[in-house]
């Protein structure tokens, strides 16, 4: 899982085996070592929510999905999920999930998990 994070907006974007933990588990994660100290960030699903949240906590990122999204997303083309958090707030956080596509450039990393670019 890729997370991207510039001024107020989030955007997390997983591979096809990652969609599948997910879904199966209902969360996906990953975590970055910088020396003695870590972040974390996943995505965990989340029953009586409506739509995309996030905390930040003791080194963590959390985004929550609906339980729906769980349950469904896997099986559906639908690409991700987004939302923005305190909309009336000048600070308000963009959030975005989205299932990762193949590069359309020529990226050295490996896409071999990631999903058919539709513009290929």
Same mark, same amino acid.
């Given at each position: 899982? #890729?997370?991207? !994070? #510039? ?12 969609? $599948?933990?997910?879904?199966?588990? %209902?969360?996906? +994660?990953?975590? @970055? ?8 960030? /996943?995505?965990?699903?989340?029953? %009586?929510?409506?739509? =995309?949240?996030?905390?930040? $906590? ?6 929550? !999905?609906?339980?729906? $999204? #769980?349950?469904?997303?896997? $099986? ?5 999920? /987004?939302? @923005? ?10 959030? =975005? ?9 020529? *990226?050295?990393?490996? +896409? *071999? ?5 539709? #513009?290929?």
């Amino acid at each position: 899982m #890729k997370i991207r !994070i #510039k001024g107020n907006s989030i955007r997390l974007r997983l591979t096809k085996s990652e969609v $599948a933990t997910f879904c199966d588990k %209902g969360q996906c +994660q990953e975590t @970055v070592i910088f020396g003695n100290r870590r972040l974390t960030y /996943s995505l965990v699903d989340k029953e %009586g929510i409506e739509t =995309l949240e996030a905390t930040y $906590a003791g080194d963590t990122i959390t985004v929550y !999905i609906t339980r729906n $999204a #769980k349950d469904t997303w896997l $099986a559906s083309d639908r690409v991700g999920y /987004s939302n @923005v958090v305190d909309s009336n707030s000048p600070d308000q956080l963009s959030i =975005l999930v989205e299932k990762d596509f193949i590069c359309m450039d020529d *990226s050295l990393e490996d +896409q *071999s998990d990631n999903y058919p670019n539709p #513009k290929l």
